[in-house]
């Protein structure tokens, strides 16, 4: 005889993620503004392609294609890249149309991290 134990864990992401490349800017309290790449949308957050560091937690503007700006919190931080999730979550039609025109087919596809010299 034998017992088991089936955990099911849920996703905490509230919106289905799309890859895609969007040029973006952030500005984050005192630091200057810097370019990014949204590398990953939904209406309730995104992943970014950073070019400078942001703190875990920072609260930031993100500025997406259109001029929409969306402020976030930054959920985490890895190697040059940041998870944010929105205050207020983006328009759904806004999500499609961006997917549309920056979307990837392949997670091959993304453009590669950039290189940092030592």
């Given at each position: 005889m034998f017992s088991a134990e089936?955990?099911?864990e849920s996703d905490p992401r509230v919106a289905r993620r799309i890859?895609?490349?969007?040029?973006?800017?952030?500005?984050?309290?005192d630091s200057p503004r810097c370019v990014c790449r949204v590398t990953n949308l939904s209406k309730s957050g995104a992943r970014l392609m950073l070019f400078s560091d942001i703190d875990l937690g920072a609260t930031v503007e993100l500025t997406l294609p259109g001029s929409i700006?969306?402020?976030?919190?930054?959920a985490w931080v890895g190697d040059f890249e940041a998870g944010c999730a929105f205050e207020e979550a983006l328009d759904?039609?806004?999500v499609e149309e961006l997917a549309r025109v920056y979307h990837f087919d392949d997670e091959d596809d993304r453009p590669p991290l950039p290189r940092v010299k030592h």
């Open positions: 089936l955990r099911v890859a895609l490349s969007v040029p973006g800017r952030i500005e984050s309290g700006t969306r402020r976030a919190r930054v759904e039609t806004f």
